[in-house]
Nanobody, 111 residues
Framework: EVQLVESGGGLVQPGGSLRLSCAASGFAFSMHSMSWVRQAPGKGLEWVSGIFPSGGSSYSDAVKGRFTVSRNRAGNTLYLQMNNLKPDDTAVYYC?????WGQGTQVTVSS
């Protein structure tokens, strides 16, 4: 059974940083592409970032240059380092692999 458990969200001031984690189990972690997706209050799902088995990554224009996705293959953990956070980054952040989703972690950017 695939399990994805996000953590690391919280309240941060504009310009601050957070690192999200996604603990993964139940699948061949290194062999799957994984994504971070977010949902802002009252809005639909927005793809944020993806990482591929090759180690390559991609980002939405909204976060490019501020967010960095990585994975710890030994620990089966996916990360999202978020710097220079803006109020528009406020959302529930989910990690995803194939059609499996975690429960999400809330990120709130506010002064």
């Amino acid at each position: 059974e695939v399990q994805l458990v996000e953590s690391g969200g919280g309240l941060v001031q504009p310009g601050g940083s957070l690192r999200l984690s996604c603990a993964a189990s139940g699948f061949a972690f290194s062999m799957h592409s994984m994504s971070w997706v977010r949902q802002a209050p009252g809005k639909g799902l927005e793809w944020v970032s993806g990482i591929f088995p090759s180690g390559g990554s991609s980002y939405s224009d909204a976060v490019k240059g501020r967010f960095t996705v990585s994975r710890n293959r030994a620990g089966n953990t996916l990360y999202l380092q978020m710097n220079n956070l803006k109020p528009d980054d406020t959302a529930v952040y989910y990690c995803r692999v194939d059609n499996n989703w975690g429960q999400g972690t809330q990120v709130t950017v506010s002064s």
